[in-house]
């Protein structure tokens, strides 16, 4: 049996870290000297492919703890197999900077756009086994909003990845719908409610 609190914390720094070093692929070369101030406007704005994914990538880890944080597991310990699937689980946390990196310079070339979306699909399918593990959750509306938010980038993430071919560089826009998540767990939710009341 391993402590939760103990894997917790290795997760809280471990996102933190992550968190932080995705930002590092997003700078201006070191030998760039702008002659003006439209020079650097320009050049700031033609980091917009990177800071896109970094900007997604920053929303997925952030939601993804914050969403950690309000599960309700009263198990203070986890066994072998959930502690097996939380290692993974941080692995591949730990391999988004890389990912976005790859991604924010050849977005592009559909390979960059797999490597990423396999990345999140990863993540979210991970992610939504290690709840399934956790010893004694609650069922309330945090569990709820965790499984939706992960059934939704997974569903992004695969819908990415099928239209890279197709759009390119645009494809990482399918990302955005995650931000309905919210929403449909609210929806389901209330119905779930309304169910339980009859």
Partial sequence: MYSKA??????????GVAMTILVLDV?????????????????????????????????????????NVKLRSHGQFVDRRCAAWWMFYLFLATCLPFSTSVVGRFFHLSPAIWLYTFNMAALAAVGYRLTMLLPDLDDDKHTLDRKVS???????????????????????????????AAAVSRWLDKKRQVSDRS
């Fill in 150 to 180: 992960l059934v939704f980038l997974l569903g992004t993430s695969l819908l990415c990845a099928a239209l890279s071919p197709i759009l390119q560089g645009r494809a990482l826009w399918v990302y955005l719908l995650n931000f309905g």
């Fill in 6 to 15: 103990r894997i917790e914390a290795l997760t809280d720094g471990l996102f």
């Fill in 27 to 67: 700078r201006l070369p070191d030998d760039f000297h702008p002659a003006d101030q439209a020079a650097l406007t320009r050049a700031l704005l033609a980091l917009w492919p990177k800071f896109f994914p970094y900007l997604l990538s920053f929303y997925v880890l952030g939601s993804t703890w914050l969403a």
